[in-house]
């Protein structure tokens, strides 16, 4: 096996079994400052299950998710074919190591649609989702594995907003969008991952980037704003209530198009999401 | 923490009260969209029976069972939370175990068949190491999504729905 496709495969293994220092902690304060035994059991229980998931290497949930890639590139480095064959293969092995839930459908059109096409076994068949490429100026080449499961997927809303020349307009929608969200997800408490941009594409790629790059422990003031409103709503983890529907916002506002609309792509991370790693392939 | 063992007897269930947190032990079936509502049929046809399943007094975890683990998926799915009923009226079933708010009327449903809806979190990595056996049962053909018989041991969950009452009021 290549150094590169070692290098992804154990990326990806990290980013479906291990949570981040500032995920840890994020937690840690939530459970501190919570004053609902069901919500402090259900956050413990996390807690746990992330310990006992990186210790063992093993998922942190059985939807182990569909592997979504981040791609940075440093002004003096270079992709090309054979590099994302080798990413393409690296994503393979991880997924059979972790190993991944084996929910690729089989079949033509169809089949893929009404699932009439049955499950292919092999974990590592479930392809990742289009690469994202973004020059950077440190001069490294970078991929982030994000794996990304079903029950923020059916909850996400990428939808425009008139923002009527007020952020207080667009923060309001976007607290009503969530909650409701937050709710339905069961898999509380959330981070809410936001792209706001001048299309939908645009706008689900900002909000990928967030994911890949957002830190629980640094939140803007428009971050901030929007987790204390969701949690105004008094869901809690697991939807029984208490102080932590959400425990951060990742939100990445692009450049905007001279109109009064704006499009955002809005997903309720689940408790365990963002599940990434990063790795320098060069 | 109250610990409880399957088969359920109706006594077991008749004491448990929305909010508390039961620790399960013994074996559980596991089920989800694809095979919940082929039981249901065979149940309202009469024909389960000859599958030499029994059901009474278990527990039905929505969940698949992969390599990846076990973890629940939402309940108030449609072909899910539709299954509630039939399974605990015909086929016994005592624990529907899940995760999601549901419905008022499934709630009023489970009181008045003596059946409680529970709650578990999505620690697959925690239930891993606290699941002892895993079978397949039934429509091998579906997979992951197939009817599974596991043995659990300490399995923490909260009773989310019982008496009536439900957390989600």
Request: aromatic share 4%; proline share 5%; net charge negative.
């Amino acid at each position: 096996m290549s150094s590169i496709i070692e290098k992804v495969a154990d990326c990806l293994v990290r980013a479906g079994s291990t949570f981040r220092e500032d995920q840890k902690e994020a937690y840690r304060r939530a459970i501190a400052d919570e004053k609902m035994d069901s919500a402090c059991w259900v956050m413990r229980q996390v807690l746990d299950n992330a310990l006992v998931a990186e210790e063992r290497r093993s998922p942190l949930c059985d939807d182990t998710g569909i592997p979504h890639l981040f791609l940075e590139v440093g002004p003096n480095k270079c992709v090309t074919g054979a590099l994302l064959e080798e990413i393409k293969e690296g994503v393979r092995q991880g997924l059979r190591q972790l190993p991944g839930r084996p929910m690729a459908i089989k079949g033509d059109d169809y089949a893929r649609i009404d699932q009439s096409g049955c499950l292919n076994e092999d974990s590592g068949a479930l392809v990742p989702s289009p690469i994202l490429i973004k020059p950077i100026d440190e001069d490294v080449l970078r991929l982030t594995v994000l794996m990304l499961g079903g029950g923020p997927a059916i909850r996400g809303i990428t939808q425009r907003i008139f923002h009527k020349h007020s952020v207080d307009v667009v923060i309001d929608e976007i607290v009503n969008r969530a909650i409701p969200a937050v709710s339905q997800l069961g898999c509380s408490p959330c981070t809410l991952a936001i792209g706001i941009g001048r299309s939908q594409f645009e706008a689900t790629s900002l909000m990928m980037e967030a994911m890949a790059k957002g830190d629980f422990g640094v939140q803007s003031d428009f971050e901030k704003r929007i987790t204390e409103k969701v949690n105004e709503s008094n869901t809690g983890p697991l939807g029984l209530g208490g102080k932590h529907s959400v425990l951060a916002v990742f939100a990445k506002i692009g450049p905007q198009r001279a109109s009064g609309v704006r499009i955002v792509a809005l997903r309720p991370c689940c408790c365990f999401e963002p599940r990434r790693a990063n790795v320098e392939l060069e | 923490m109250n610990h409880i063992e399957t088969p359920f007897c109706e006594d077991t269930i008749a004491k448990l009260r929305v909010g508390d947190v039961v620790s399960i032990s013994g074996y559980i079936f596991c089920g989800r969209d694809a095979v919940l509502p082929r039981i249901c049929k065979e149940l309202e046809a009469g024909i389960w029976g000859k599958r030499c399943i029994d059901l009474q007094g278990g527990v039905i975890f929505h969940t698949a069972v992969s390599p990846a683990g076990v973890g629940p998926t939402s309940s108030n799915k449609l072909e899910i939370e539709g299954s509630f009923e039939t399974l605990s009226k015909l086929g016994g079933i005592k624990m529907h175990l899940g995760k999601g708010a549901i419905r008022s009327e499934t709630v009023k449903m489970l009181a008045d068949n003596n059946a409680v809806f529970a709650i578990i979190p999505p620690v697959t990595a925690l239930l891993e190491s606290q699941t002892l056996e895993r079978e397949c049962v039934a429509w091998s053909e579906l997979g992951m999504e197939a009817l599974y018989r596991i043995k659990v041991e300490n399995y923490q969950a909260i009773i989310a729905a019982a008496k009536g009452k439900s957390v989600y009021e």
